[in-house]
């Protein structure tokens, strides 16, 4: 809280320089009768950012560090008694020392050697932010000076800022790029640990998945089962249910608005279709759970089918619904995007519209097609909540729709949900799973990338 | 039928069968007319140029000829016109037919994004018009044949149309619509987007294609009108002001509009 009032003076002052550069900047133009080498706003700029930037960086550099040098303060000046060589238990005290200060609950008695280090801890932070402020305002301050000291018409003002912007506009993306990075790695390595503990073809080509490890050997079930081709081939005939749906109808009604339907019932019933795409996928949930499953339930049991009342078929549907306006927007804007004299050409010809539409306009927009289809699998593949309500949990290899069948997602929710411990084999189970499904959709979307590209060289 | 309208010196012309006939032929954009009364006969082969400067409707008259217009919504025609003393707009006679009889080329070349092959193939396919493969292989060489295209293409008709030069293309869409057998071929501004080359082969097409169709040809450049037709018909501002023989269009106009259009005082 207090840092951000020392953030929020720091932009105050840089502010404040900005208004100081701009005017001192035209001032020296009147005064000198020199021409200005940038705009009057880019002076002002170039004083605000040598106010603020470099105060902000340091502002940050030093919450960094400081958590780490009081710890090691803390624990220096800790009597011989509290000190002992475990991590773990050092590090248990810290959190000990930290609550106090903070006048929370601690799990163990208080005693004057704690409260004595808990005082100098708490000592040693208002230091600490003390200096902070003192530093972060002088930098500020200084930069502020001195950059409105190098105010001078012939400052090149424009080209300093226009630099800076291109290097914050870099950082920006590359804490994107460090991000995704850093995700991935952190998949990769949990799954390591995961398989230590599984090996490999256990899990890819298991035909078997019970999770559930025993935390005394004792226990029914000690042994868990990691094979994971059931919920691939769970995830699959879901996909595969939910493409059924979404493919045809998508498709269809992307040509009906694209070809046929007129301007004004396009403008409508574009948005509405897709508001499909804006509803929560948990309403898709329950709808499929709570109205779909059931009344394929019935359907099936009225004509003497016997259907599981968390089928495949259900959660496949119900997500097919939803990814209809995924395969509709896109293949109505590319369908849109082939050009008017294809089609002249083709009604010049004596074709009708359906041959037209057949032989003409969905092979030139088959790149896009495609790519929209690939992009509604890898969504589906990834689609979590309609599964975990409407799917069920139980993990069984079948292709037959009608049958409850899990997926992937739903296996790394109820993996993960619940009070877990963080290294047994079913727990880092999900992170196996989780990199599992970013490589599918990953080698998806490469997929379709390279076939947009292949057809585009054919097709322009 | 027999030639009405216009008198004619020429006893080759004059000969010459009414193949196409506007009777008071006027089109509307909404509220906007294009075109107003348009009276023109075309001749069986014959090559009827369309000249007058941009936005005087000689492109909205061509697309009347095909019905090209239903395509826009907005756009109305009145008047009638006559294929063969039929009219086109009679229920019997659908666009389907109709565009089989009347082709059309246009301004960019706009080859299908199919192979050379299947370019010329649609038409023949669509219709319906041949059985087996060795009767479509021929109608696609004669095709290309015709459109003088054959010699350059035929060593790669698995490639794509759009592969092929401008000047290529625009003579693979030429082959594209013979391929259906029309009796007219109507052609906007075919060469608008070729080099002089490209456009001397197309020219020297026209002219050749005359012996088997009736063409109409609207053009931007008075040269090119001059070397291709032997009728020429005059728009300006939505009326078609004169039609008659080239050569008297453009030596002797009747009118002073066209006088002026042809010796560059406008246009």
Redesign the interface.
């Known amino acids: 809280m207090h840092s951000l009032i020392l953030a929020a003076t720091v932009l105050l002052l840089a502010l404040f320089g900005y208004a100081l550069g701009r005017s001192r900047s035209r001032n020296l133009a009147v005064a000198s009768g020199q021409p200005l080498h940038s705009l009057p706003t880019y002076y002002g700029g170039y004083v605000a950012i040598w106010c603020g930037l470099p105060a902000v960086l340091v502002m940050a550099v030093w919450l960094g560090a400081e958590g780490a040098i009081v710890r090691a303060l803390t624990v220096q000046s800790l009597p011989a008694a509290l000190v002992s060589d475990d991590p773990d238990r050092m590090a248990l005290l810290l959190t000990d020392i930290r609550n106090l200060a903070a006048g929370s609950i601690v799990s163990r008695d208080v005693d004057p050697a704690l409260q004595a280090a808990a005082d100098h801890y708490q000592s040693l932070r208002q230091t600490g932010f003390a200096s902070m402020v003192v530093v972060v305002l002088a930098c500020a301050m200084a930069g502020l000076v001195w950059a409105r000291r190098r105010v001078v018409p012939g400052l090149r003002a424009r080209n300093h800022v226009e630099r800076i912007i291109l290097w914050v506009l870099v950082a920006c993306s590359t804490i994107a790029i460090l991000t995704t990075i850093g995700i991935v790695l952190s998949l990769i390595f949990e799954t390591l640990r995961f398989f230590e503990k599984v090996p490999l073809h256990e899990f890819l080509f298991g035909l078997h998945w019970s999770p559930q490890t025993a935390i005394r050997s004792d226990q029914v079930g000690a042994s868990g089962a990691f094979g994971a081709i059931p919920l691939f081939a769970g995830t699959l005939l879901i996909t595969l249910i939910a493409m059924l749906v979404a493919g045809p109808i998508g498709l269809m009604s992307a040509i009906y608005m694209a070809e046929y339907a007129?301007?004004r019932l396009r403008s409508t019933a574009k948005p509405i279709l897709e508001v499909l795409a804006g509803i929560p996928t948990v309403v898709y949930g329950f709808f499929a759970a709570l109205t779909v499953a059931p009344f394929v339930r019935q359907s099936g049991g009225s004509i003497g089918l016997d259907v599981a009342s968390e089928s495949a078929l259900a959660a496949g549907v119900v997500m097919g619904i939803m990814i209809i306006p995924f395969v509709s927007s896109l293949s109505d804007d590319v369908i849109n995007a082939v050009?008017q004299?294809?089609?002249?050409?083709?009604?010049?010809?004596?074709?009708?519209q359906s041959?037209t539409i057949r032989?003409?306009i969905l092979?030139?927009a088959l790149p896009g097609i495609v790519g929209a289809f690939m992009l509604a699998i890898s969504r589906a593949i990834g689609e979590t909540m309609i599964v975990v309500m409407a799917a069920g949990l139980a993990a069984n290899l079948t292709a037959n729709p009608l049958e409850a069948v899990t997926t992937v997602t739903v296996q790394i929710v109820t993996l993960l949900v619940g009070d877990q411990e963080f290294d047994s084999a079913k727990t880092l189970a999900a992170f196996a799973l989780g990199l599992m499904l970013f490589v599918v959709t990953l080698g998806l979307n490469l997929l379709a990338l390279s076939v947009v590209r292949k057809y585009r060289e054919?097709?322009? | 039928m027999v030639t009405n309208g216009q008198q004619d010196e020429n006893p080759a012309h004059a000969a010459a069968r009414v193949k196409m006939q506007a009777k008071k032929v006027a089109v509307f954009y909404g509220e906007a007319q294009a075109l107003h009364d348009v009276d023109l006969d075309i001749r069986e082969h014959t090559v009827t140029a369309l000249i007058g400067p941009s936005g005087c409707g000689k492109s909205t008259f061509l697309r009347c000829l095909?019905r090209?217009n239903d395509?826009i919504?907005i756009c109305r025609v009145e008047g009638r016109i006559m294929l063969d003393g039929e009219d086109i707009n009679t229920p019997s006679l659908d666009?389907?037919?109709?565009?089989?009889r009347v082709?059309?080329v246009?301004q960019?070349p706009?080859?299908?994004?199919?192979t050379i092959y299947d370019n010329v193939a649609?038409?023949p396919r669509?219709?319906g018009m041949t059985s087996g493969k060795s009767e479509l292989d021929e109608v696609v060489e004669t095709s290309l044949e015709r459109a003088g295209l054959w010699k350059e293409v035929r060593d790669r008709l698995d490639e794509?149309g759009?592969g092929l030069s401008g000047g290529q293309q625009q003579r693979l869409?030429i082959a594209?619509?013979i391929a259906?057998n029309p009796e007219v071929i109507l052609m906007d501004e075919p060469c608008s987007a070729l080099d002089p080359i490209a456009t001397a082969r197309i020219e020297e097409l026209i002219d050749e294609l005359r012996t088997n169709f009736t063409i109409v040809i609207v053009t931007h450049s008075m040269q090119q009108a001059a070397r291709v037709s032997q009728r020429t018909g005059f728009f300006h501002l939505g009326e078609l002001v004169e039609v008659g023989n080239t050569d008297q269009i453009f030596t002797n106009p009747d009118d002073q509009r066209t006088q002026d259009y042809i010796t560059g005082r406008f246009g």
């Open positions: 007129g301007s050009p004299s294809l089609r002249d050409a083709s009604y010049g010809l004596g074709a009708t041959e032989q003409v092979p030139a054919r097709y322009d | 095909n090209m395509v919504d666009t389907v037919h109709l565009r089989a082709g059309m246009f960019k706009n080859p299908f994004p199919k649609y038409g669509i219709h794509p759009t869409c594209r619509s259906v």
